[in-house]
């Protein structure tokens, strides 16, 4: 079983992954191709050297300038994208939560900070769960460090705080983790406390790490709901929207039954049995 939230967050992430790597590649093609230009002139001013481009004025630096102007942007470039990636997780777990009080009645409480409970924290206990029970406790580090590392990058603290510290000290113990369940990591390393510089390989392996961890939340809180919980939900949406079709019945069951199959499919990823039809009858 998945959500539609999980699906739109994987493809946000993988746009965002997308981004970043087509930006690296042109920047590092033009350093290449203009590498002779720049030894050539280097006091040559970007203005003068590429008077085709409109934006060569706007962006006016001498040649020997650029390739550090490149790396700066690509550095800015990986904190907005991992940041904006977080965003889009935060996204998620509101939507998701969302998705648990209309199916368990249940309500999101107010993350408390002498607790530090986080929202997904409080969703799952709203389910009479825990993160840390749900996951483990390596991969709710490994959430936490995400979140605590895109914390350090907003709020720009000179000093990590004490959690974060936490978990780098048990940073390599966590790679072996996730080496030992065949996650490539692409050289991102857990034990380094700079938080603001980003290896173009250190986000890949974030969002292979956000991926895993986002779907594993969603199958475990669709786990803790339940199947029958799900259906008797979806039956409920759909008598609301296809209240024309609904009042056909019994004549139009074959129907009925096709077209709320299609939306448990598409909507949890659940497939519609015989005894599942029962529900068509209520």
């Given at each position: 079983?998945?959500?539609?939230?999980?699906?739109?967050?994987?493809?946000?992430?993988?746009?965002?992954n997308?981004?970043?790597?087509?930006?690296?590649?042109?920047?590092?093609?033009?350093?290449?191709?203009?590498?002779?230009?720049?030894?050539?002139?280097?006091?040559?001013?970007?203005?003068?050297?590429?008077?085709?481009n409109?934006?060569?004025?706007?962006?006016?630096?001498?040649?020997?300038h650029?390739?550090?102007?490149?790396?700066d942007?690509?550095?800015f470039?990986?904190?907005?994208?991992?940041?904006?990636?977080?965003?889009?997780?935060?996204?998620?777990?509101i939507?998701?939560?969302?998705?648990?009080?209309?199916?368990?009645?249940?309500?999101?409480?107010?993350?408390?900070?002498?607790?530090?409970?986080?929202?997904?924290?409080?969703?799952?206990?709203?389910?009479?769960?825990?993160?840390?029970?749900?996951?483990?406790?390596?991969?709710?580090?490994?959430?936490?460090?995400?979140?605590?590392?895109?914390?350090?990058?907003?709020?720009r603290?000179?000093?990590?705080?004490?959690?974060?510290?936490?978990?780098?000290?048990?940073?390599?113990?966590?790679?072996?983790?996730?080496?030992?369940?065949?996650?490539?990591?692409?050289?991102?390393?857990?034990?380094?406390?700079?938080?603001?510089?980003?290896?173009?390989?250190?986000?890949?392996?974030?969002?292979r790490?956000?991926?895993?961890?986002?779907?594993?939340?969603?199958?475990?809180?669709?786990?803790?709901?339940?199947?029958?919980?799900?259906?008797?939900?979806?039956w409920?949406?759909?008598?609301?929207?296809?209240?024309?079709?609904?009042?056909?019945?019994?004549?139009?069951?074959?129907?009925?039954?096709?077209?709320?199959?299609?939306?448990?499919?598409?909507?949890?990823?659940?497939?519609?049995?015989e005894?599942?039809?029962?529900?068509?009858?209520?």
């Amino acid at each position: 079983m998945r959500t539609l939230y999980l699906v739109s967050l994987l493809k946000e992430i993988s746009t965002i992954n997308r981004g970043f790597m087509m930006s690296s590649f042109i920047g590092d093609d033009f350093l290449i191709k203009s590498s002779a230009q720049i030894a050539a002139t280097p006091t040559a001013l970007t203005s003068d050297a590429y008077k085709t481009n409109p934006h060569s004025k706007r962006f006016n630096f001498r040649l020997d300038h650029l390739p550090q102007e490149l790396k700066d942007h690509q550095q800015f470039e990986f904190r907005s994208s991992f940041v904006f990636a977080n965003s889009y997780f935060e996204a998620y777990v509101i939507n998701l939560d969302g998705l648990v009080g209309r199916v368990a009645h249940k309500r999101l409480l107010i993350p408390s900070k002498d607790k530090g409970d986080t929202a997904l924290e409080l969703m799952f206990k709203s389910l009479g769960s825990s993160v840390a029970l749900e996951l483990g406790s390596v991969e709710h580090d490994t959430l936490r460090y995400i979140r605590l590392r895109r914390n350090e990058i907003v709020h720009r603290d000179e000093e990590i705080t004490d959690g974060l510290r936490r978990i780098l000290g048990r940073g390599r113990s966590i790679m072996d983790y996730w080496e030992k369940h065949e996650l490539n990591l692409s050289n991102l390393d857990l034990t380094v406390s700079v938080m603001d510089r980003f290896a173009e390989l250190d986000l890949v392996g974030l969002f292979r790490l956000l991926r895993y961890l986002s779907a594993k939340i969603d199958e475990r809180i669709l786990e803790l709901l339940g199947r029958q919980a799900l259906i008797d939900f979806a039956w409920q949406e759909f008598k609301t929207v296809k209240k024309k079709e609904v009042n056909n019945l019994p004549q139009a069951f074959g129907k009925v039954r096709g077209s709320f199959a299609h939306e448990l499919m598409i909507n949890f990823q659940i497939n519609m049995t015989e005894a599942d039809t029962a529900i068509l009858n209520t």
